[in-house]
């Protein structure tokens, strides 16, 4: 069972689908109206939505270049304007490095 507050931490060995499963419980907790803080190390808040509304319409994201059909194109829209509705607080940590100090400005 889930409990308020709680953190959930993934790890595994790279290109596993880490980050697509952390998304899709996001999305999924999101959708019962509960709150979701979801922060990632490597992307931004707009690639995380880009992604998200592209997982809830059962659309793979097109490679750089491509462009989805029109009825795709659709369907993404209108999970992304549904996605709008949640309370789906997104960040980007992409200033921390692997052992958790943050970089250093130069």
Same mark, same amino acid.
Request: glycine share 2%; proline share 7%.
């Given at each position: 069972p889930r409990l308020p507050c709680q953190m959930v931490v993934l790890g595994a060995r790279p290109s596993l689908g880490k980050s697509s499963l952390a998304r899709q419980i996001a999305l999924h907790v999101a959708g019962?109206?509960? %709150? &979701? =803080?979801?922060? /990632?190390?490597? @992307? /931004? %808040?707009?690639? !995380?939505?880009?992604?998200?509304? =592209?997982q809830l319409a059962r659309v793979p994201v097109p490679m750089a270049g491509e462009l989805? %059909?029109?009825?795709?194109?659709?369907? &993404?829209? !209108?999970?992304? &304007?549904? @996605?709008? /509705?949640?309370?789906?607080?997104?960040? /980007?940590? !992409?200033?921390?490095?692997?052992?958790?100090? %943050?970089?250093k400005a130069l």
């Open positions: 019962a109206d509960d %709150p &979701v =803080h979801f922060e /990632s190390l490597e @992307m /931004s %808040p707009a690639e !995380t939505a880009k992604f998200a509304a =592209h989805l %059909p029109h009825d795709l194109a659709a369907r &993404v829209r !209108t999970e992304a &304007v549904r @996605m709008a /509705s949640l309370i789906f607080c997104v960040e /980007s940590r !992409t200033d921390y490095k692997l052992d958790g100090e %943050p970089e």
